[in-house]
């Protein structure tokens, strides 16, 4: 993590020092969970005002503070136009005085599985860092940054964008030296100007590239000859298409090989379902393979890497049937590939789903052809939450899909009615907070 005297700090962000001078030790923007040494960095939103929050952030250990106002606090404070500004200029100065390599992944689907893969594959012969959760935005990117140890070789950042231009903003701080844009899709499709606005976002990345480095590219996406990759930066392709560098030759649900650039097969095995995961292990493949990682070492990593919680996590009844818990987030790509695992999965099945948010106008359509794909899936019956679910009902088109306004009413329906010696596959973007229906239905299980 950062470690600086508090005077190199104000150069960096330029910032008045008040008070004397001390070494800060890491940083934090919530005050309720500051660590002895750290330096807190009060933000302010459109509902609050970390600088508000200094006294809490000092009784907690909080060595200073960075404010953009002067406040009443027992400790130093350094003084600026803009904290946010400021936490993006500290963590940019870090990484230059760290030695790791910035591996950027973005995309409309899969960015933390791919991370979580890859961390899997490096961790094994290399010290490595990677963003935790889902900071992967203006403040949790910088925040993974200074939290770098400098001896760290690699570092995987995952990047978020939630309107245009967030790619480029990101990679200001942390320019990449291997970037992957894993695919595009119509994830946040509302707050762009279609699916062209959104690949133009994402591509930024593949501009942010450090002269030798490496431009990841999936051959198999629509956008994939829409990037303009600078001169001076290495390519390699992968995906199904016979023109891949990296190709992926097999397409069962657990089981894969992928094709090298130098003419070797890697024979996988992944720990979780779907087509889409394939196309996942086949990116980390290749950005591996480029850094000099063996066959040998890509085929472990891959075989041992762990889901991120409500990620296609599978959980069983105590009756004999399995619950899916896919209910981390949803958009209508990865809707699509959830269901192609619940059409592949023991009878009778059942699909929980909820609103998938941020699609603007083309709400009602996308959501009436989640239900009209799992009818044609063959999916027995459909429960829907959510000022979307009537869409889905009608896409289904008979009395097997059951809609509801509020989640309570969902449960207290599934709890009478669900089967569970089958597959239930739970889905919906984050703000629907379905894992409350997970834990619901495993916990009568188990009653």
Request: one cysteine or more; a negative charge; proline letters at 3%.
């Amino acid at each position: 993590m950062i470690k600086m005297q508090l005077h190199q700090i104000a150069a960096i962000v330029n910032s008045q020092l008040v008070g004397k001078d001390v070494r800060i030790k890491g940083v934090s923007t919530d005050s309720r969970t500051v660590q002895p040494g750290q330096l807190f960095v009060a933000l302010a939103g459109e509902h609050f005002d970390g600088a508000d929050y200094c006294q809490q952030a000092v009784e907690h250990g909080a060595v200073a503070v960075l404010v953009s106002r002067p406040v009443e606090v027992s400790v130093p404070q350094l003084i600026c136009d803009d904290t946010q500004k400021a936490l993006a200029a500290l963590a940019s100065a870090w990484l230059q005085q760290c030695q790791a390599q910035v591996i950027a992944i973005t995309g409309s689907n899969g960015k933390t599985t791919v991370k979580n893969m890859l961390y899997s594959v490096l961790k094994q012969q290399a010290s490595v860092q990677a963003t935790a959760g889902n900071y992967n935005n203006e403040i949790g990117l910088p925040l993974t940054v200074l939290a770098l140890k400098p001896e760290t070789k690699y570092l995987i950042l995952e990047m978020g964008a939630g309107q245009a231009g967030d790619i480029a903003y990101l990679c200001e701080i942390a320019p990449p030296n291997v970037a992957l844009v894993n695919n595009i899709s119509e994830a946040h499709v509302g707050r762009f100007n279609g699916l062209d606005a959104i690949a133009k976002t994402k591509g930024e990345i593949y501009q942010a590239l450090q002269s030798g480095g490496l431009a990841v590219i999936n051959v198999d996406d629509n956008y994939h000859d829409s990037w303009s990759i600078p001169n001076g930066v290495n390519q390699v392709r992968f995906g199904r298409h016979k023109d891949a560098d990296y190709r992926l030759m097999d397409n069962s649900q657990e089981t894969v090989q992928v094709k090298t650039s130098d003419g070797q097969t890697i024979h996988l095995r992944l720990p979780v379902a779907g087509g889409h995961n394939l196309m996942n292990a086949a990116a980390v493949v290749a950005m591996a393979h480029w850094l000099g990682f063996s066959v040998e070492h890509i085929a472990s990593g891959l075989s041992h890497f762990k889901p991120e919680a409500g990620r296609l996590q599978r959980h069983h009844f105590k009756q004999g049937g399995l619950l899916i818990d896919d209910s981390y987030n949803a958009n209508p790509a990865s809707m699509q590939a959830a269901l192609s695992v619940l059409q592949q999965s023991p009878k009778p099945r059942v699909l929980v789903c909820g609103d998938m948010l941020e699609l603007g106008e083309t709400a009602i359509l996308a959501h009436k052809k989640v239900g009209e794909t799992a009818k044609i899936m063959g999916i027995e019956n459909v429960y829907a939450v959510g000022d979307w679910a009537d869409a889905v009902c009608q896409g289904f088109g008979d009395s097997a899909c059951h809609s509801f306004c509020q989640t309570e009413q969902l449960i207290e329906a599934l709890n009478k009615k669900l089967d569970r010696t089958g597959t239930v596959l739970v889905k919906a973007s984050r703000g629907m907070r379905l894992e409350r229906i997970v834990e619901a239905l495993l916990a009568e299980s188990a009653a």
